[in-house]
């Protein structure tokens, strides 16, 4: 065997993108060494690790991986940054902070929310409606959701109610992005406006300036009898609401939906090339509707977590933004039921530190809640390969 | 078994308006089980609108439709797929992301047990009918991976999938290499023999005649009339689709060619998916000729223009013009080297819409010192010069303030051809000049495209029309595959040409006369 | 067959051929403007939302007569009105004076909507602009005490100026490398620029104030860099110089659009990109240029009212504040054209002011009600705006707009 083909043998498997993941991991694993129940307390080895994360994300870079060879470089620094900060802090302060079960517990409450609308932006983009109003629905579905669980003293119907106002909503979207041929993302802000307008409006309204009552009617915790007491998955999961459950259970419902059956399929290709499914026969029109409504069902029900299932109470505008990290995680997780379950959790553990980070530092903590859109930015700018979303969202469909 | 004494399908009296245009005018139409019925016009004549009519995709006016024997009403493609009605599209109607088998069933997709889809049915359906009708395809490879022959074969099988027995395919060969028309012919006489009534639209006469049992014949939307293909020749059934005997020809001089302006050399340039497009080409365009690129579209013309419009880096090779290399230096270096083009598509290129027509016209030349200077916008002298340019070019329908889009297509496209040679090129690009303009316009364009090579510019035409080239070309250079398969003189016959376009290089390349390249 | 019907004929046939890219929505909306009556639409849309509104407060029993005059009055508008005489009259005086503070950055953060749409990029990024803007504004103004008042004054606005261009610029940058889409990169940017400005002025954040360590409050802007009051009392709020800068940002934005090379680039690549680059136009370049000229405006817009009035800013006002996203409504309302997003800042200013609880009759109807029936009028109008086909219904309009839709509509299912 000669030279040349040794040398080629493990350029094969190691492919530039390769190289370029395993700085990822290793990246990655310069700051988890550092945390309980690792806990180096030396920053040598993630030196080391970052150092050679470093040199593939450059090796990935310079081979036509620059999107994901820049990502692993610019991420071993924040890796490194945060392994120092971790090796000079007291150890009492990373055991408080990385208490892996109450962080995994506030991972999934943050998450939740995020996952139900990404969900329902993930329906709606892929049969070509690009759906920025993902916040003017989750708000409706807190406030309707806890006005429903109020009047109608029981957190099932209040939810219901959540969906119904989250799906008007959504049809009122759907006849300006589908019928009227609106600019989607024009007319999903002004739904997204007009959602805080009668939220506002309708909480004051019925409610005056004392906000919700304390005795609504709450979506309960699930209390697991066998693992609720045991460690780290009693900490972690062991009393995790109802809804958090449902929403996790969506995301192998929806990815065998989309992609196992034959709706599905036809909703695919409606967003993909509109015309092509008309010529074939498939009501192009009703698809859109009934995805765009759906998205605002399962939006509703994100905002009903956070008021029914979490808090318990409304304040005005309380969704602040949530619907517009969903949507980054549709894009993050590139418009697939499990990418965007990675990238709520992802999101949601940033939360969920951030939560604990006072410890440290109150203001620190306070710009690491800035985190999560970085992290966005970063992917959406290409670390994880450019994404491409549905060729035809955003296009109005006009039939002859 | 079909009833082949029974017309499969008979369209009476259709009558399409588009506003106050009229695009079918009470056509008649009918087509037997086991025959090859041709639709044969130019561009533009109402092939397309009848078969959307028949596809449910347009709502007719007046006439009815009969299948079998029986009316009936069309009101969409479902309705058209459940009578039996298949259609291969123009543009093909396939999801690009999607496999083969995935579009294949897509409306009728074959569900297993708890409601999943059965994606191995699907895939052995595509088994089943390429066997059956020769049309190997792979049915797990994605669309957009695969060649445009493959793509027509999977809305062929797609449509058979269906079950279709009427097979309408709208201008099947005008993707297609020589090669993978050859296989068409194929599969359409197999599809013949099964009993399957096929409407084939062509505006090309020796297709037509190669494949049709019977031909009709459309002109500005009325039937003209409908022959068999016994007894048809080219010139009879020429004569029926232009409405006179004698084709458009333009008058023009002998050239008289000075020195080369433009030298493409070895030229690489690959398309938007990366895959080559042009393959080593070479040619010369002298000052005072016309150089018309002659081909099947899609065969490299739109990206040697871009190349040498300085729109697209090539990948090797050379661009020179007037002694300049601009080879990858872009638009900017282009224009200032002399280039000028006009785009084929002026609605997405060649004008900016909401502009208005001195906004248009100052588009190439923005940056001169008597339109903008310092940074500013000199409003005043852009209207002034356009207010020349439009009375030059006798743009009708609107003055300098005026949006382009209120003008009509001709007159549109003057204002762009008057932008292009006001800038006073040593070469001029005519990509596809008279794309979708009535004959008046046309013969505008034509005399101004002569009137500038009789100035001495180098003038490089790029052409589908047989017609076009034939009538401007002083020298032509068929390509095919991104490569120049020969060069012809005006006067070759459309045999000729059309051997070379389909990559049958034997017989033309000897033929090169007129006209030695440099 | 005149000529004239054939050139249509071949026209409608090329429109049943055509391919390629559809029109961008600076496109669809210009071409909207000009057929379906500049003025008029605006003016329906904006009734149409009142109606609406109208319809919800009388649904929750209040009048909606009442209610509206109420807020009317709340604007001080009727200032104009030379029958409003005496005490009435002052007050009147005094609420308008507010109204057009509320306005100067409302016009500025609508232009910067504006100028980005212009050049074809929907920038929802206005709120983090003046989010950054307001922060280098605050810190230069209540920084280098004893220079002299315009130049401090100068030197706040541009340095607010700057930061939002390059706060604008990383979304400009990202487009025009990386083809980011400016609408997700701006919502990112907007939260990242109001998580930034929290730290900075939060409880032991760098820029937070010294001799107030329980507040989370910025240091106040010196009288130095204070903007000059020209109508009114500088002690009870006047009407700052701020709206004329405002107004001049408006003339800033007409003259680089209409008269300059950069603006006839902008707008031919907002209009059609592909047309642009075939042109020689670097497109890439122009995305970039006119997201930091937008963030200029909206930086700018932070600096009048942290020089006009504010003079410093709280966490929650970074948290609290909307000026940015009304800058959408008011630039889509205005036709994204210079004198119409001065009409609209006035309207959406006006709104802001009347509806607030200082000048709201409580009695009349309450405050908090109101803001927020002013969030669903703005809603209802940029709802009404997205699209342009409610305005071909009610205004049958001329040839031209018609054949556009007719065109786009076409060409985006042959894209599609």
Redesign the interface.
Do not use: C
């Given at each position: 065997m000669s030279v040349g083909a040794i040398a080629a043998a493990p350029a094969r498997t190691a492919s530039p993108r390769n190289i370029g993941r395993a700085g990822l991991v290793m990246s990655a694993l310069a700051w988890v060494i550092t945390l309980p129940p690792f806990l180096v307390r030396t920053p040598v080895p993630s030196v080391i690790l970052a150092l050679a994360a470093m040199l593939c994300g450059a090796i990935a870079a310079v081979n036509d991986e620059r999107r994901i060879g820049i990502g692993g470089f610019l991420l071993a620094l924040l890796a490194l940054a945060l392994a120092f900060g971790n090796a000079n802090s007291g150890v009492a302060h990373l055991k408080v902070v990385f208490t892996w079960s109450i962080l995994v517990a506030a991972m999934l409450r943050y998450a939740t929310p995020l996952l139900f609308a990404a969900l329902g932006g993930i329906i709606c983009e892929r049969s070509g409606v690009i759906n920025?109003a993902l916040e003017g629905m989750m708000l409706m579905g807190a406030y309707f959701g806890i006005w429903g669980a109020d009047v109608l003293h029981s957190w099932a119907l209040g939810c219901l109610v959540a969906m119904v106002a989250g799906a008007l909503m959504a049809l009122?979207h759907a006849v300006?992005s589908i019928h009227?041929?609106?600019?989607?993302?024009?007319?999903g802000?002004?739904?997204?406006?007009?959602?805080?307008?009668?939220t506002?409006?309708?909480f004051?309204?019925h409610y005056g300036?004392n906000g919700t009552p304390s005795d609504i009617s709450q979506v309960p915790n699930v209390k697991l009898p066998l693992i609720q007491h045991v460690g780290f998955f009693g900490g972690a999961i062991g009393n995790t609401n109802l809804l958090t459950w449902i929403g996790l259970a969506l995301v192998p419902v929806l990815s065998v939906f989309l992609f196992r059956t034959r709706w599905g399929l036809r909703l695919r290709a409606v967003g993909e090339?509109?015309?092509a499914a008309d010529t074939v026969g498939l009501p192009v029109i009703p698809i859109r509707y009934a995805a765009v409504i759906a998205s605002g069902m399962l939006a509703a029900l994100g905002g009903a977590y956070l008021s029914v299932g979490f808090v318990g109470s409304f304040n005005?505008n309380m969704t602040d933004?949530r619907g517009?990290i969903a949507?980054?995680a549709v894009?993050f997780g590139r418009w697939r039921p499990a990418g965007a379950l990675i990238a709520t959790l992802l999101f949601g553990f940033g939360s969920a530190l951030a939560d604990r980070l006072p410890t440290f530092?109150?203001?620190?903590a306070?710009?690491f809640?800035?985190l999560p859109?970085?992290l966005?930015?970063v992917a959406?700018?290409?670390v994880i390969g450019?994404s491409r979303g549905p060729?035809?969202a955003g296009?109005?469909?006009?039939k002859e | 078994m079909a009833d082949s004494s029974r017309p499969a399908l008979e369209l009476r009296g259709i009558t399409k308006k588009?506003?106050?245009?009229v695009?079918n005018d009470r056509v008649d139409f009918d087509v037997y089980p086991g025959e090859v019925h041709a639709l044969l016009g130019e561009?533009?004549a109402g092939k397309?609108?009848l078969m959307s009519v028949l596809y449910g995709l347009y709502t007719p006016d007046a006439g009815e439709i009969v299948v079998d024997g029986e009316p009936v009403v069309i009101d969409s493609p479902a309705t058209a797929i459940r009578l039996g009605i298949g259609m291969v599209h123009q543009?093909f109607m396939l999801v690009p992301v999607m496999t083969v088998a995935e579009n294949l069933v897509l409306g009728h997709e074959p569900v297993a047990n708890a409601g999943l889809l059965d994606l191995k049915a699907a895939r052995e359906s595509v088994h089943d009918l390429s066997d059956r009708y020769g049309l190997a395809v792979d049915p797990d490879a994605t669309i957009e991976d695969v060649t445009v022959g493959t793509q027509q074969r999977v809305e062929i099988l797609r449509a058979l999938y269906r079950e279709a027995r009427i097979l309408v395919l709208d201008e099947p060969t005008a993707v297609l290499t020589a090669q993978e028309v050859q296989e068409l012919v194929g599969v359409l006489n197999r599809l013949k023999q099964d009993g399957t009534a096929i409407v084939f639209i062509s505006h090309k006469l020796n297709e037509v005649l190669r494949v049709a049992d019977r031909i009709t014949v459309l002109r500005?939307g009325k039937k003209i009339g409908t022959v068999p293909r016994q007894g048809a020749t080219e010139q009879s059934l020429a004569r029926m689709v232009v409405g006179r005997d004698v084709l458009l020809s333009v008058e023009k001089s002998t050239a008289k060619p000075r020195d080369p302006i433009l030298a493409v050399e070895d030229l690489e340039v690959r398309d938007d998916r990366d895959l080559e497009a042009v393959n080593g080409m070479s040619l010369t365009v002298r000052g005072g000729e016309i150089v018309a690129i002659a081909g099947v579209d899609g065969n490299g013309q739109q990206e040697l223009v871009e190349a040498i419009?300085?729109?697209r880096t090539p990948r090797a090779g050379r661009i020179i013009v007037g002694g300049r290399d601009i080879t990858g230096k872009?638009?900017?270096a282009?224009?200032a080297a002399g280039v000028a083009?006009i785009?084929e598509?002026r609605?997405?290129?060649?004008?900016?819409?909401?502009?208005t027509l001195a906004?248009n016209l100052?588009?190439?030349e923005?940056?001169r010192p008597d339109i903008?200077r310092g940074?500013?916008?000199r409003?005043k002298h852009m209207r002034q010069r356009a207010l020349g340019l439009l009375r030059e070019y006798d743009v009708r329908g609107g003055n300098c303030d005026s949006?382009a889009?209120?003008l009509?297509?001709?007159?549109q496209q003057k204002v762009a051809i008057a932008r292009e040679i006001a800038s006073d090129p040593e070469l001029l690009i005519a990509h596809q000049p008279t794309?979708?303009?009535?004959?008046?316009?046309i013969e505008f364009v034509h005399k101004r495209l002569i009137e500038e090579r009789d100035k001495g510019r180098a003038i490089l035409l790029v052409s589908l029309e047989y017609e076009e080239v034939r009538s401007l070309a002083d020298r032509i250079l068929v390509i095919c595959g991104g490569q120049v398969m020969g060069e012809f003189p005006p006067d070759a016959s459309e045999e000729e040409l059309g051997m070379a376009m389909t990559g049958q290089v034997a017989a033309a390349a000897t033929s090169s006369a007129a006209g030695a390249p440099a | 067959m005149s000529?004239?019907?054939?050139?249509?004929?071949?026209?409608?046939?090329?429109e049943?051929?055509?391919?390629?890219?559809?029109?961008t929505?600076?496109?669809?909306l210009?071409?909207y403007a000009?057929g379906a009556g500049g003025v008029l639409v605006p003016i329906l849309t904006t009734l149409i939302a009142f109606v609406v509104g109208g319809l919800?407060v009388l649904l929750?029993g209040h009048n909606p007569f009442s209610t509206y005059k109420a807020i009317f009055e709340g604007t001080g508008l009727q200032w104009i009105f030379p029958w409003v005489t005496g005490a009435s009259r002052t007050t009147a005086a005094y609420n308008l004076q507010q109204t057009l503070i509320t306005t100067t950055p409302l016009i500025l953060v609508g232009l910067a909507v504006a100028f980005a749409f212009r050049a074809g990029l929907?920038n929802?990024g206005g709120q983090g602009q003046f989010t950054v803007g307001g922060i280098a504004a605050v810190w230069v103004g209540s920084s280098f005490a004893g220079m002299s008042p315009v130049l401090h004054i100068t030197f706040a606005i541009v340095a607010a100026g700057l930061a939002g261009a390059a706060w604008a610029g990383i979304a400009g940058i990202?487009k025009a490398t990386?083809?980011?889409?400016e609408?997700?990169?701006t919502?990112?940017?907007n939260?990242?620029a109001i998580?930034?400005g929290?730290?900075l002025f939060?409880?032991?954040?760098?820029l937070q104030d010294p001799h107030q360590k329980s507040v989370p409050v910025s240091s106040t802007v010196v009288s130095s860099a204070k903007l000059p009051v020209f109508w009114g009392n500088a002690a009870l709020q006047g009407l700052h110089i701020g709206l004329f800068i405002a107004l001049a940002g408006v003339v800033v934005f007409w003259v680089i659009l209409?008269?300059?090379?950069?603006?006839?680039?902008v707008?031919?690549t907002g209009?059609?990109p592909?047309?642009?680059?075939?042109?020689?136009i670097n497109v890439a370049k122009n995305y970039f240029l006119a997201m930091a000229i937008a963030g200029t405006f909206a930086g700018v817009a932070a600096a009048m009212d942290i020089l006009g009035w504010k003079f410093n800013l709280f966490t929650n006002d970074i948290q609290g504040s909307t000026v940015g996203?009304l800058g959408?409504?008011v630039a889509?309302l205005g036709r994204n054209t210079a004198v119409g997003v001065v009409f609209a800042a006035l309207l959406f200013g006006g709104l802001e002011t009347g509806t607030s609880d200082r000048f709201l009759d409580p009695s009349v109807f309450?405050p908090?009600?109101a803001?927020?029936?002013?969030?669903?009028?703005?809603?209802?109008?940029?709802?009404?705006?997205?699209?342009d086909?409610?305005a071909l219904k009610i205004l049958r309009s001329g040839?031209?707009v018609r054949?556009?839709f007719k065109?786009r509509?076409?060409?985006?299912?042959?894209?599609?």
């Open positions: 920025i009122a300006f009227l041929r609106a600019n989607q993302v024009v007319s802000t002004g739904i997204n406006f007009l959602a805080v307008g009668i506002g409006y309708f004051i309204a300036n090339k509109p015309r005005q933004g517009f949507l980054a894009i530092s109150q203001s620190e306070t710009l809640q800035a859109y970085v966005t930015l959406v700018a290409g450019r060729a035809s296009i109005p469909y006009v | 588009f506003g106050s245009v695009a561009n533009g397309s609108t543009h500005l419009a300085g729109l872009g638009v900017k282009a224009t083009h785009a598509d609605h997405r290129r060649g004008l900016v819409l909401p502009f906004e100052a588009l190439r923005f940056r903008s940074g500013w916008l409003v949006y889009s209120s009509s297509g001709g007159n794309r979708g303009l009535d004959v008046g316009a | 000529t004239l019907e054939e050139e249509t004929k071949a026209e409608a046939l090329a049943e051929e055509a391919t390629g890219a559809s029109l929505t600076p496109a669809r210009t071409a000009r919800v929750t929907f929802i990202l990386l083809g980011v889409n609408v997700i990169s919502i990112m940017l939260w990242i998580w930034g929290v730290y939060g409880l032991g954040g760098p209409s008269r300059t090379r950069l603006g006839y680039e707008r031919a209009l059609n592909d047309a642009a680059s075939y042109a020689g996203f959408i409504a889509l309450d908090n009600l803001s927020n029936l002013t969030w669903m009028i703005q809603g209802l109008i940029v709802l009404l705006v997205s699209t086909l409610i040839r031209g054949v556009i065109r509509a076409k060409r985006e299912e042959a894209t599609a």
